[in-house]
């Protein structure tokens, strides 16, 4: 694999669970649905103005344009969200400041308003709908999408994720994800519980991207709800019986 748009490939869909959400089945996915919801979501993120890095234009200095800033939650829009902005050759901010400089916000609906955009910027609201009109839905608007993503060139070394202070490319994370998913025996019919913020660019690596490229599933846990092992922050315990530290995760 040279690009995260390579985790999402036509050819890894397969009726294997993706992602868990334990009590909502409507919104789980196998690798079948995931990866043609993943092509949604870039296309829809492209028709509101996200570009690849690359294309960045000399009055475009902070790349907002190449950026796509994500309010953190254990929700599968998230995780969508990040893989569609992969697929564009543009970068993903998680826990964005209150200006974030990004082309698109994506929030849950009760938050979404908590933040300033640059001029033109666009916002999604998922979970819960916002009262603006001028918010989008995620998954009505995501749903109507072209179910096909036509060939984008990507580099490896295109920054894929931020967090704010250092960029790191498609080719880091997937040194980084091969790594993990070698390490913990990552296969088919495992599923790695998220319970550390995705605002750790670790997190992403060890909760998301790990299990993706092994073929086994992203668990979003609710209470009760456990995985093969668990991606917990620093001194955070979790009820599996095997947790990967954050400090654990080399990035």
């Known amino acids: 694999m040279d690009t995260l748009g390579d985790l999402v490939a036509r050819e890894r869909r397969s009726d294997d669970p993706a992602l868990l959400v ?3 089945s409507a919104r789980e996915f196998d690798y ?3 990866c043609t919801t993943a092509w949604k979501t ?7 103005g996200v570009r690849a890095s690359e294309e960045r234009t000399s009055d475009d200095a902070d790349s907002s344009g190449a950026t796509v800033a994500i309010v953190p939650a254990r929700a599968p829009e998230a995780v969508l969200a990040l893989l569609g902005t992969a697929l564009l050759g543009a970068r993903v901010r998680f826990a964005p400041p209150r200006d974030a400089r990004a082309r698109v916000l994506v929030a849950p609906g009760d938050r979404i308003g908590e933040y300033d955009l640059p001029p033109g910027g666009q916002r999604i609201a998922f979970r819960e709908e916002a009262d603006d009109p001028a918010v989008a839905w995620f998954g009505e608007s995501v749903w109507s999408e072209n179910p096909a993503f036509p060939p984008t060139p990507v580099s490896p070394d295109a920054p894929a994720l931020t967090d704010g202070d250092r960029d790191y490319s498609h080719a880091a994370l997937l040194d980084a994800t091969e790594t993990v998913a070698a390490e913990r025996n990552l296969e088919p019919g495992d599923a790695v519980a998220v319970r550390a913020s995705l605002a750790d660019p670790r997190a992403v690596v060890a909760g998301v991207l790990a299990p993706l490229f092994a073929g086994a599933a992203i668990l ?3 209470g009760q709800s456990t995985g093969t092992f668990a991606v917990v922050a620093d001194g955070d315990d979790a009820p599996e019986d095997d947790a990967l ?3 654990e995760v080399a990035l």
């Open 22 to 24: 334990p009590g909502d």
């Open 32 to 34: 079948h649905r995931f």
């Open 42 to 48: 870039g296309n829809y993120l492209r028709r509101l």
């Open 220 to 222: 979003l846990p609710d």
């Open 245 to 247: 530290s954050l400090t």
